[in-house]
């Protein structure tokens, strides 16, 4: 058996604009084991800088090849792998990676789709589309193209000072639509009236309104709003949903696979979200096909209540690197059947994006 590594770096159509700067292409780490004929792949979404979180594309490198590829020699369950590298602390984007290589590979080896192995599916996940911040007019006009295309939940980002300007601007022109804002952390509790202000704007939720690591204040916070907070950064692993719940920071969480170990985690929060009466929906790092097939497998599943940040390939790329890239049909994108996550690789799209490759293991 054998694992390597690819860094690519892919063109977006348009530049992203969040709270914490603009990106113009998805720099991704790729992983491709190969055993027994099977191929398997997967994403890490971290990106070339630790601005989304502290976990970037080098040091998740690092964690893969030098500490986390002596736990995987005999192909172990995605569970097992885990249980194994809980002392590990941290570097979730890192494990998430290697979680979801050992799914795919899993599932192909069972010759089942991947979101037949997740649990109850539904075969489809619900889109919702996150618009990135530019001037007014072309976020609006994003909105528009965003309704006529069919998604169920327009989710726009804000950012300190921006945030009236954007949210007024749209809910004057689309009163009713089923609208959310994502702060990406610009906000300190400081800033507490301001955030009640927000409350006019009738919100499905706000996201991750402070700081990336922190579950106490936007419990205080969430005592002054009446709009629901949902957690994006804050929650890491299984543990910080269980304690944001619990005291009260979130009613919604935005669940990324990639960003809390994997898939094997990602449901666990789910049933937490459940247990506590609250919600949760898959979000995106503006993956690459192969990332995307993941997280439309696990926003399939029964547990997954919201629309999430599930856009077909084609509003990101020009051309992805993978020949079967996803459709939306009415607000709905059909799982991919094919043994395990699905995504058929592009080799010449792969090649002509990579900036480096390597061996990771050899066995
Ligand atoms: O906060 O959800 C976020 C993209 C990069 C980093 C963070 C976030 C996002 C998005 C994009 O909102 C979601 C997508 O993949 O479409
Ligand atoms: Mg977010």
Redesign the pocket.
């Known amino acids: 058996m054998e694992v390597r590594f690819r860094r690519i770096r892919i063109p977006l159509l348009s530049p992203f604009t969040t709270s914490f700067g603009t990106q113009e292409n998805r720099e991704a780490l790729l992983l491709f084991l190969s055993a027994d004929g099977i191929e398997a792949y997967s994403e890490c979404v971290a990106d070339s800088e630790p601005y989304y979180s502290y976990e970037d594309n080098e040091t998740a490198l690092h964690i893969i090849g030098d500490i986390l590829y002596a736990y995987i020699e005999d192909l172990p369950a995605p569970e097992v792998f885990l249980r194994r590298t809980a002392k590990v602390k941290g570097h979730n984007m890192a494990k998430a990676a290697v979680e979801m290589l050992l799914w795919d590979y899993h599932a192909k080896k069972n010759r089942k789709p991947l979101h037949s192995m997740l649990g109850e599916s539904r075969g489809y996940a619900m889109a919702g589309i ?1 618009i990135g911040m530019s001037k007014i007019d072309s976020m609006l006009k994003s909105v528009e193209d965003a309704l006529e295309k069919g998604y169920r939940r327009i989710k726009v980002k804000i950012s300190r000072g921006r945030e009236f300007e954007i949210l007024k601007a749209i809910r004057d022109r689309f009163p009713d639509i089923p609208l959310s804002a ?1 702060a ?1 952390s610009d906000y300190t509790i400081k800033d507490i009236e301001l955030l009640e202000r927000l409350d006019r704007f009738n919100l499905l939720y706000i ?2 309104p402070l700081e990336h690591d922190d579950i106490v204040r936007h419990a205080e916070l969430a005592k002054r709003i009446s709009t629901p907070i949902c957690l ?2 804050s929650i890491t692993d299984a543990r910080k949903a269980e304690l944001a719940f619990e005291l009260g920071a979130c009613k919604i969480v ?1 669940i990324k696979p990639g960003r809390v170990s994997g898939l094997s985690t990602s449901l666990e929060i789910a049933s937490i979200a459940r247990k506590y009466g609250g919600h949760c929906w898959v ?1 995106g790092m503006l993956e690459t096909g192969i990332g995307r097939s993941f997280n439309i497998a696990l926003a399939s599943n029964a547990l997954i209540d919201y629309p999430g ?1 599930t856009s077909p390939n084609s509003r990101y790329f020009a051309k992805d690197i993978v020949s079967n890239p996803f459709e939306m049909n009415e607000g709905m994108i059909r799982c991919n059947e094919h043994p395990g996550c699905g995504a058929i690789v592009d080799r010449e799209a792969l090649e002509m994006y990579t900036l480096q490759s390597g061996l990771l293991l050899m066995r």
Do not use: I
Request: zero cysteines; hydrophobic letters at 0%.
């Open positions: 996150s994502d990406n996201e991750q994006d950064e935005n979000g940040d």
